[in-house]
């Protein structure tokens, strides 16, 4: 990360493993840029698919986003019948885990996710891994739903290539959507029913203090359950 970036340390302990993988390290976060491609979706709720490693932080930051109405965690990629978490994880699957976030354009739009997303969810750099965890269903991807969310997504993904915020290579694809399954009821709302679990305790809950942080004006502290 460049010293010009804005970081943000995480102080809280280390927690136990979950996800699959030991936490390890501390993690960054850059402010992104404001998008110079602005989303021009029109009316009625929207819907959008963010890979970014374990799904618990990915939908734990987007619940905590004003405008967002739902924030499913769930497979994206693969079969119905590998869409299961114990399957899944093994990493033999195509899936990757992802979280299907429906939204208000007239409140939050996409640009302005994709800048949340890659400002305090994932590190853009690191391949078919996130943080302690690794394989390719960590694999960081944009999954757009329209023609138009396509065009501002690879839009940005030029903006941020060009404006050199990290020092590797950004390596996020975007996937082309297909079949969205829901995870198991246990991993819906995860940050909020188990807080002091020990990977959200270390790795997702400096995400969203870190939203918070760089982005008061799209905060909100209430957790949009799905």
């Known amino acids: 990360m460049r010293r010009s970036a804005f970081l943000f340390a995480a102080t809280l302990a280390l927690g136990a493993a979950a996800c699959q993988q030991p936490a390890l390290a501390a ?13 021009k979706e029109g009316e009625g709720l929207k819907t959008a698919i963010f890979a970014g490693g374990c799904f618990w ?59 949340i997303f890659f400002s305090v969810v994932t590190d853009p750099t690191q391949l078919n891994r996130q943080g302690p965890d690794t394989g390719t269903q960590y694999r960081n991807a944009l999954v757009p739903t329209s023609a138009e969310q396509l065009a501002v997504a690879k839009a940005y993904l030029a ?13 996020t694809k975007i996937e082309r959507a297909q079949a969205f399954y829901p995870a ?17 305790v270390r790795w997702d809950a400096p995400k969203v203090a870190a939203l918070k942080q760089l982005y008061p004006g799209v905060y909100t502290a209430s957790f949009q359950r799905n």
């Open 27 to 39: 993690e960054s976060v850059v402010a992104a840029p404001q998008a110079k491609r602005i989303a």
């Open 57 to 115: 932080g990915v939908e734990g930051v987007f619940s905590h986003v004003k405008g967002v109405t739902s924030a499913v965690s769930g497979y994206h990629g693969g079969t119905e019948r590998s869409a299961r978490y114990d399957i899944v994880s093994s990493g033999i699957t195509d899936h990757a885990e992802a979280v299907k976030v429906t939204y208000d354009p007239s409140v939050i739009r996409y640009d302005q996710l994709l800048r």
């Open 159 to 171: 903006q941020l290539g060009a404006a050199k915020l990290w020092d590797r290579p950004i390596v």
């Open 184 to 200: 198991e009821g246990y991993h819906q709302d995860f940050m909020l029913n188990n807080p002091r679990h020990g990977y959200i």
